[in-house]
């Protein structure tokens, strides 16, 4: 027997967020509304813990509803790539908005999926366009080149917090809610105490 799963990122930004939840019961009846909270917009769905519970459970002949397909990544490489991970697990893709549905298989997913990786590429390839021109604009100005891409700059405070967090013997989970930290920051502030590491 199939099922039907939705899922949504609860966040304050989206105004009709109630309205969304209640839109994935009118879509389909027996949908499994599944309600992802505490987690930033940009976290990849594989470090968010209610995702991964229910791809857990997803199995092929499932149905999963989204609102819009950017609920899968925030850029398209990343909702290309979380896409043809449902599809190649057998498990269709639907969208409320313009209504959308992909499909293992199928012709017409076939060529949407083709045309999503066609803008994957022009996106890269706009992305790189417009770092080296930003690139030569700052090479006139050699003081402002040095001052742009001398490294990241680690967040200091955060990964005190981090650390105070987990000596404290709290979960990655829990100090990532705590701090909104991502989990793969928190793994990083995690080995670096294992190795005593100098956080300040």
Not at 19 to 42: A, L
Not at 144 to 166: P, S, V
Request: glycine share 6%.
């Amino acid at each position: 027997m199939s099922n039907s799963y939705a899922y949504i990122r609860i966040s304050p930004k989206i105004a009709d967020i109630e309205q969304r939840v209640e839109s994935f019961t009118e879509f389909d009846s027996t949908t499994t509304v599944i309600k992802e909270t505490n987690v930033r917009g940009k976290i990849d769905l594989n470090e968010r813990p209610a995702y991964q519970a229910l791809r857990q459970q997803l199995k092929p002949g499932d149905t999963l509803l989204v609102w819009w397909i950017d609920e899968l990544g925030w850029d398209i490489k990343r909702c290309l790539t979380h896409l043809s991970a449902l599809l190649n697990a057998g498990v269709s893709v639907k969208t409320v908005t313009q209504r959308l549905e992909f499909k293992a298989n199928d012709i017409a997913s076939e060529a949407m999926l083709r045309l999503m990786s066609g803008y994957a590429e022009m996106e890269d390839y706009h992305r790189l366009v417009a770092a080296e021109f930003g690139r030569r604009a700052l090479k006139e100005n050699p003081r402002e080149w040095k001052e742009k891409f001398r490294g990241r700059r680690g967040d200091k405070e955060q990964h005190q917090a981090i650390a105070q967090a987990l000596l404290e013997g709290k979960t990655l989970q829990q100090v990532s809610d705590e701090t909104g930290s991502s989990l793969s920051t928190i793994k990083r502030v995690k080995s670096k105490l294992r190795d005593n590491d100098d956080l300040g």
